[in-house]
Structures are given as C-alpha cells and as structure tokens.
C-alpha cells in the first residue's frame, strides 16, 4: 500500500538541487533520503472561471523525498 513506500511532499526552492534536498532533509530531520526525485511546474496563466479574469500561477518545485523503510519525517 501506500503507507509503507515513505515518500514525503515538500515544496521547495526552484533553485535547490536533489543534493540540497537530501542534505536539508538529513540537517533537519536526522534521516538520510534513499532518493530525491524533483518535479518542477511551470508558471503559468489560466482564466479564473470565477471572475473572468486572467490568473498567474507561481511556478513550484516540489521535491519527493524516498526513505528507508523504518525512517520517518515528522512534519510540524
């Protein structure tokens, strides 16, 4: 199931590399990440259905974070 793959969210900076990522993630949670993946959405401009007018979405990096089985991140 889902529960056992680890896999943490973040957002992240649009400049940080895996590498930042796997050393931030190791600074503030004490867990070393067997994988960083990043997934980097573009901005981008949508008519808001709401008022009819033109939205800008910011860009965001997201970044998943693979851990051991048995590691665990505690978001607060």
């Known amino acids: 199931g889902m529960s056992?793959?680890?896999v943490?969210?973040?957002?992240?900076?649009?400049?940080?590399?895996?590498?930042?990522?796997?050393?931030?993630?190791?600074?503030?949670y004490n867990v070393t990440p067997?994988?960083?993946?990043?997934?980097t959405k573009a901005p981008r401009q949508r008519l808001s259905r709401m008022k009819g007018r033109v939205v800008s979405e910011k860009g965001l990096k997201k970044a998943y974070v693979y851990l051991?089985?048995?590691?665990?991140i505690t978001l607060v």
């Open 34 to 39: 067997v994988k960083v993946n990043t997934v």
């Open 4 to 6: 056992e793959r680890n």
């Open 68 to 72: 051991k089985p048995g590691d665990t």
């Open 8 to 28: 943490y969210t973040f957002v992240v900076r649009k400049d940080a590399t895996k590498h930042d990522i796997a050393d931030a993630v190791k600074a503030l």
